[in-house]
């Protein structure tokens, strides 16, 4: 069974850059064929697809955020990370860390992250 876990600050100043980490268990991110993402939600809004890393290592990201964001990987720790600058209060939102497969998608349960000065 995998799982995902994200882990970051919930509190970053407008400016500054988010880093955020998902760790996987139960499985390699080095697996074929799987796709590690990155979801955002803000508030009272829907959620967006922010940029993915493939398990060849290829990134893919949102047309919207490619110039703020950049996802890598660290495949000893099994984790894969996002960081997003220039950051604005509108970036507020929990962000989850999934993995899409056939039938079903692993999710993380979700990481509030708060832009305010």
């Known amino acids: 069974q995998v799982q995902l876990q994200e882990s970051g600050p919930g509190l970053v100043k407008p400016s500054q850059t988010l880093s955020l980490t998902c760790t996987v268990s139960?499985?390699?991110?080095?697996?074929?064929?799987?796709?590690w993402s990155w979801i955002r939600q803000p508030p009272g809004k829907g959620r967006e697809w922010m940029g993915a890393?493939?398990?060849?290592?290829?990134?893919y990201y949102s047309e919207s955020l490619k110039s703020r964001i950049s996802i890598s990987r660290d495949t000893s720790k099994n984790q894969f990370s996002l960081q997003m600058n220039g950051l604005k209060p509108e970036d507020t939102a929990v962000y989850y860390c999934?993995?899409?497969?056939?039938?079903?998608?692993?999710w993380g349960q979700g990481t509030q992250v708060t832009v305010s000065s």
């Open positions: 890393i493939a398990y060849d290592g290829d990134t």
């Open positions: 139960g499985g390699s991110i080095t697996t074929s064929h799987f796709y």
């Open positions: 999934n993995a899409p497969r056939p039938g079903r998608t692993y």
